[in-house]
């Protein structure tokens, strides 16, 4: 727990994000039925999607690429075209957030945020569209994560730069992404590829979770995004029937958490947030990280709430992107040399 806790009544936001959290919190609410399932015709009408761009904006030029058309799962490519050249790039693939019930590859907040990553860094960003639950339960996201990694490693088609450099491939995600992120590397850790290796995890604020209320889930009651009647439902509508949270892919440093001292697992990079509900979970994630005898490293932004990276007013924002950079860069530095 960090030294000076904060409590909902010290948090200082600017206009802009404040009149745009509740709007977050009443499109979830309305969307997400009590009885276990969602509104999407509701959410369709409610979150702005944005087409691929042949034409660069920003910098950055996307495609959409379909891995299996029976599952709906494709990716969307984000191919940074400044500087010109073709020199070698990392490729970073990035799951979004929403709970694994909500969001996807395509929604305008997504689009923006891997835009900005893939200019910023200069790297080829892969946004996964996985499934979605309730109707996709665990384990269907991260077999859809898997897959992914496979597809890449398999083939280069059509809308995939040649200049992507799949030898430095990171893993990347948001919340529940980050979750998805976690599993798709310890599966890969197992996995034998041709050409895709992968040599960095970046995990933005990771959605774990356990039966325990922990200190930071009870003094963060009701904050934005994330409040425990949120991420109980979003647990609820993930797990196989009769699972609760202290499931391993929930409680993934807990009582059932598999032992990966012996697993292939990238040097990792972990966000915490000073207002996120669920800092205490993603603390324990890294102190397990590092029992484990893995390469993690910890960035804590003290007063930011989950999914900062979304609203580029708050400056943890571009903190934020900018520790992408590095990392990206100091860990490709370690394979070039």
């Known amino acids: 727990m960090s030294e000076n806790p904060r409590t909902l009544k010290s948090l200082v936001l600017p206009w802009k994000t404040k009149l745009y959290l509740p709007l977050i919190s009443a499109i979830t609410n309305v969307a997400c039925r ?3 399932t969602v509104n999407r015709r509701l959410l369709n009408f409610l979150e702005p999607k944005v087409p691929p761009s042949a034409k660069p904006v920003r910098g950055v030029k996307t495609a959409d690429i379909t891995i299996d058309p029976t599952r709906n799962l494709w990716v969307r490519v984000f191919i940074p075209t400044e500087p010109a050249g073709d020199a070698s790039l990392p490729v970073i693939v990035f799951f979004h957030g929403g709970g694994f019930a909500l969001q996807s590859a395509d929604s305008k907040g997504y689009d923006f945020v891997c835009r900005r990553i893939a200019r910023t860094v200069s790297a080829v960003v892969v946004s996964v569209n996985y499934r979605l639950s309730p109707e996709h339960r665990f384990p269907a996201q991260y077999d859809d994560g898997f897959d992914t990694l496979v597809f890449l490693d398999a083939r280069h088609c059509e809308g995939f730069p040649v200049n992507a450099d799949i030898s430095r491939c990171f893993v990347a995600g948001d919340s529940a992404g980050a979750n998805l992120a976690h599993q798709t590397v310890c599966m890969a850790g197992k996995a034998e590829f041709r050409k895709l290796r992968v040599i960095g995890l970046i995990s933005i604020q990771p959605f774990f979770g356990g039966e325990e209320r922990t200190e930071s889930e009870i003094r963060l009651k009701g904050a934005p995004i994330v409040s425990m009647d949120v991420t109980d439902w979003m647990w609820k509508a993930f797990l196989p029937h009769g699972s609760n949270r202290d499931h391993e892919v929930v409680n993934v440093s807990g009582p059932n958490a598999p032992d990966i001292s012996g697993l292939k697992y990238p040097a990792t990079l972990v966000f915490i947030g000073g ?55 100091n860990q490709s530095r370690k394979i070039l040399k």
């Not at 709430?305 to 860069?329: G, Q, R």
């Open 34 to 36: 009590p009885e276990g």
């Open 275 to 329: 207002f996120d509900p669920l800092q205490d979970w993603q603390r324990r994630y890294y102190e397990w990280l590092k029992r484990s005898g893995k390469e993690v490293q910890l960035v804590e932004y003290p007063n930011a709430i989950h999914a900062v990276y979304v609203f580029p007013e708050l400056p943890e924002s571009s903190l934020l992107i900018t520790e992408i950079k590095n990392f990206v860069a």
